[in-house]
């Protein structure tokens, strides 16, 4: 049973568009959740993070949006690059001062030049 | 600069053979973490660590040991390899948990079981 859910599996945009990547989730008491970005061939890396008691993080052209009612999040990139084209995977962590992430299983974004 | 190696990059084994994957970070964390990515299961946690000595359980164990003999090194040991065990392993290293925790990704080992 999946305690992250990431949809959709696979999303191509055009450069220039906005796309839009969606996670949510089950257990309330998860109060972190860091989005990573996986390029072909290499291994994950932290591409920006939100907390429970935050709706709203940006960072450049990557905003996540947190709706801890609906226990929804999404991760918006805006001006979409080709060089944005990687699998993004949105993670959970359970408690403050936990050390373990549960990982979605993903969403694949193209983005076509 | 965060650095998390592993060795070797692709292996094949065949089954019931042992196989040893390798992972090394220059991080000094004291967390080192397993997982396997699979197509449609994302990351799936199977052994980690809180320092030398101490290896646990995650969420897919069996099958699987570690060893952690030291702050830097961390191993996946599968004694009797099986086709199912197929994937790419991922080794990681984080500092203690909380809000901005991180964890620091080596580049991966794909294994195949003939």
């Known amino acids: 049973q999946q305690q992250v859910r990431q949809s959709p599996q696979s999303l191509t945009v055009w450069e220039g568009e906005t796309a839009i990547l969606n996670c949510s989730y089950e257990?309330?008491?998860?109060?972190?959740f860091p989005w990573y970005q996986q390029f072909p061939g290499e291994g994950p890396a932290l591409l920006i993070s939100?907390?429970?008691?935050?709706d709203k993080k940006e960072d450049g052209r990557f905003t996540i949006f947190f709706n801890k009612r609906e226990k929804k999040l999404s991760l918006h990139i805006t001006d979409s690059q080709p060089g944005d084209s990687a699998t993004y995977f949105c993670?959970?962590?359970?408690?403050?001062?936990?050390?373990?992430?549960?990982f979605g299983s993903g969403t694949q974004l193209t983005v076509m030049p | 600069e965060a650095a998390v190696t592993q060795s070797p990059r692709n292996k094949v084994a065949v089954t019931g053979g042992k196989v040893t994957l390798s992972c090394n970070q220059t991080?000094?964390?004291?967390?080192m973490y397993w997982y396997r990515q699979d197509t449609g299961h994302g990351l799936r946690l199977i052994h980690y660590?809180?320092?030398?000595?101490?290896?646990e359980k995650g969420d897919i164990p069996d099958g699987y040991k570690a060893s952690r003999p030291s702050q830097e090194n961390f191993s996946l040991i599968l004694e009797l390899a099986t086709p199912s065990q197929t994937s790419v392993y991922f080794c990681a290293s984080g500092d203690e948990g909380g809000v901005d925790a991180e964890q620091f990704f080596g580049p991966g080992t794909r294994l195949t079981v003939l």
């Open positions: 939100i907390s429970s008691v935050s």
């Open positions: 993670a959970a962590s359970p408690s403050s001062g936990s050390w373990q992430l549960i």
């Open positions: 660590s809180y320092g030398a000595g101490s290896t």
């Open positions: 257990d309330s008491t998860f109060n972190y």
């Open positions: 991080n000094n964390h004291n967390n």
